[in-house]
């Protein structure tokens, strides 16, 4: 069980990293608009 | 360097010139939502049911940052979706291997390196992607990466041509048909010809071969767990193993491997690449992938010319383009035909020029092309091994990824990064006469300089970067084959690939660990976008203002004037930027060579 919920973590925290940087080019697209 | 491979280059440059303008007029019409092409009758009823599936209007226009949304939305689900099929593909049909789910931080990093079109491989094709995962995850992103690429070249050269407009094209139609007229009708002419050459294209269980010589050799031995054992000194302890069998890889591969060139993606099937046999199968076939690699690069500096009504123009980046293809490709042939003077002293190969890592179907010749072509292109592809190139040798893939892979470039991704080029150059030549800069009746104001840097800024902080910490930290030292100078090129020409979307591997470097994983998806990322939203917001910026007359102090974006200046920034833009890594790795390397040490 404690190998299942570290798989699920470590999903959750590249899918977590894909959609922040994703996030973050919006803001920087935004950044550029203000510049 | 004899007259059969001077006859090739010429040959070779000859059908590169001559597919330039039919193609590059056949994207014009592409890429104009009104234009006509000989497919419309079977693809344009596609074309209309996919905008009514999607709920995409295609007459309504985005302005720069509702495209670059469009865009990342896309990229976005994209990736997730590849990350999805990867992590699953041990429950999901058409995997006869039986082949298991990829680690999380080797998904991350595939599922981002084909979103970016950078087909970065941190893992074997044949021994880890099954059926599924190479068709659906990975060669559906071919398409899709490719596509991004085209279009946002597309609409940067609209924001160029069109003037007091408020909107660069629609994301959604733009994409639509690229993929539909352009990437898969030569994709499949592209993939049956390769079958013909003897590429494969099956969906059979790979063959076990049995061998007439049986081979013994000596691995690693491994516990229960499949860890190795180590003696009390902490060495691997080894035992002999006797190889009576060969597994050959099958598999649906020519389908995958006409994007792969075409799209300049470059992800091999098989772990060897181009040099595989089955991946690569003949001269011919050699050829025509190198021809595939740069031919929308190519046709794109024509549809710029047709667009901005300035054909002239088009042929000048094409000119510049081409300067650099060919010094590339002369300097990558004379240093590997030259050789490597040691083993020369040694008497190993001496007539035979730097034979090591390259597949002897091919030879020098076609291995420094093919190495020159596919790192003028955002391509990762190889036929041969980039990490046993002589210094010099390897230092021309290494320059071409670093210069933005401009000469030519990426589907699209060459386009828009010369474009980088093109604007500070204007600007330079503006700086010189003391004039306000102007580019095609523009004006190139405060705002397009300032996105125009951040574009080219972000690729060498981000190189540089990553490659600093890798080479002071124990995570990214203790992946390395070589240590000196060698170790330092095999890191910085990994997060070199990675943040110009090219994909080729030095070798050398063990990248499937958790962190050069992560860190090479993020320098992906970051390469990829990080350039491409200040680009669409110059493409904005561009299309809004007015044309102005040309007058006596406009610098002329024709000629040989233009051409010189503009290759020598990109000379020189590159050489300040990565000079002094370069020196650290490949140069000095270069120079202790030639004083008889080897790393």
Known sequence: MPMVRLKIMLDVIYIGIVIAFFAAFLLYARGCENL | MNSHQWLELAVYI???????????????????????????????????????????????EHDWKQYAFAMLLFSLVSCLFTYAILRLQDILPLNPQHLGALSQHLAFNTAVSFTTNTNWQSYGGESTMS???????????????????????????????????????????????????????????????????????????????????PQTVSVPKTDANGKPVVDAQGNPVMVNQTLDTQTIVQGPMASQMAIKMLGTNGGGYTNANATHPFENPTPLSNFFQMLALLCIGSA?????????????????????????????????????????????????????????????????????????????????A???????????????????????????????????????????????????????????????????????????????????????????????????????????????????????????????????????DTTLGIDMLLGRFGMIVPLLALAGSLARKKIVPASVGTFPVTGVTFVVLLVGTVILVGALTFLPA????????????????LF
């Open chain 2, 582 to 597: 370069l020196t650290l790795g490949p140069i000095v390397e270069h120079l202790l060579m030639l004083k008889g040490t």
């Open chain 2, 131 to 213: 059926y599924l995962s190479q068709m659906v995850a990975l060669a559906i992103q071919n398409f899709f990466s490719a596509a991004v690429g085209i279009a946002v070249a597309g609409a940067l050269v609209r924001g160029i041509a069109r003037h007091t407009a408020q909107t660069i094209g629609n994301f959604w139609v733009d994409l639509t048909r690229i993929i539909y007229y352009l990437l898969l009708p030569i994709c499949l002419v592209l993939a049956l010809f390769f079958v013909s050459q003897g590429m494969i294209q099956n969906f059979k269980p790979y063959t076990a071969a049995r061998l007439i010589e």
């Open chain 2, 382 to 516: 190889v036929n041969s091994m980039h990490d046993s190139f002589t210094p010099v040798g390897g230092l021309v893939p290494m320059f071409n990824i670093q210069t933005g892979e401009v000469i030519f470039g990426g589907v699209g991704a060459g386009l828009y990064g010369m474009l980088i080029f093109v604007i500070l150059a204007v600007f330079i030549a503006g700086l010189m006469v003391g004039r306000t800069p102007e580019y095609l009746g523009k004006k190139i104001e405060a705002y397009d300089v300032k996105m125009t840097l951040l574009a080219f800024v972000i690729l060498a902080f981000i190189i540089l970067g990553f490659t600093a910490w890798a080479s002071v930290s124990n995570w990214g030292t203790s992946s390395l084959a070589n240590q000196g100078p060698h170790g330092l090129s095999e890191m910085l020409y990994a997060y070199t690939s990675g943040a110009g979307n090219n994909g080729s591997a030095f070798a050398g470097l063990n990248a499937n660990t958790p962190w050069w």
């Open chain 2, 300 to 380: 794109m500096t024509y549809h710029l010319g047709r667009e901005t009504k300035n054909q002239k123009h088009g042929w000048a980046v094409w000119s510049a383009m081409f300067a650099m293809f060919l010094a590339g490709v002369l300097v990558c042939w004379w240093a590997e035909a030259r050789g490597n003077p040691i083993h020369q002293q040694l008497g190993v190969a001496a007539a035979d020029g730097n034979l090591e890592g390259k597949e002897v179907r091919f030879g020098i010749f076609d291995s420094a092309l093919f190495a020159t072509v596919t790192t003028d292109a955002s391509c990762g």
């Open chain 2, 14 to 60: 000859a059908a590169l010139v001559l597919v330039t303008k039919p193609l590059g007029l056949y994207i014009n019409r592409v890429l104009n939502p009104a234009g006509r092409t000989w497919l419309d009758p079977v693809l344009r009823p596609l074309e209309n049911l996919t905008y009514r599936v999607l709920g995409v209007n295609p007459a309504r």
